[in-house]
């Protein structure tokens, strides 16, 4: 097995998630720790068929309050999908599926998710369920959550400034 991913989540939630995967067989898994990484759940995930190419399993965000919850991505190159558990990995739902990939993920305090795909774009989901893309967000490689601010660090070729924040995702303060 090749461990690809490691989350812990932060907030009240407390629980560590660890991904891997076995290329040659196409097998994946999910292990989850709801006590400091003392003991451990493991269970396998069904990989998606990607015709011989490998498919990445990567835990991307971890719920700030739920500790039986996150998101994981898993495709091939150019041909993700963003994957929610509930039950701490027992079972997964696709909840989101860009055209490419998806490429960094964050939670803000008031549970909303924020996603970059391919192409720098920013995806905006209030619960979980439906996801849009903001049009008026700058192009971004990286995204980080702290309380009620989304912190967007730059594609510095397109962008004149290295970073902004919101708080809405409707306007973005240049750093």
Known sequence: RIFR????????ANSIWLTAVRYDTDE????????DGQTW???PIDVVSADGANVYVDVIIADNTDPNRAWIVMGPYLDDQLLETRDGGRTFSVVYEPDGDI???AQSADHALWIITSGSKVIFSENGEFFQRLE?????????????T???AHRIASETDTMSSTTDGQSFDRV
């Open 5 to 12: 991913s490691v989350m812990f989540s932060t907030g009240s």
């Open 28 to 35: 994946a898994w999910i292990f989850h720790s709801i006590d």
């Open 41 to 43: 759940s493991e269970h």
């Open 103 to 105: 490429i960094d993920g």
């Open 136 to 148: 008026e967000a700058p192009q971004t490689i990286g995204i980080k959550a702290d309380n009620d």
């Open 150 to 152: 989304i912190y967007l």
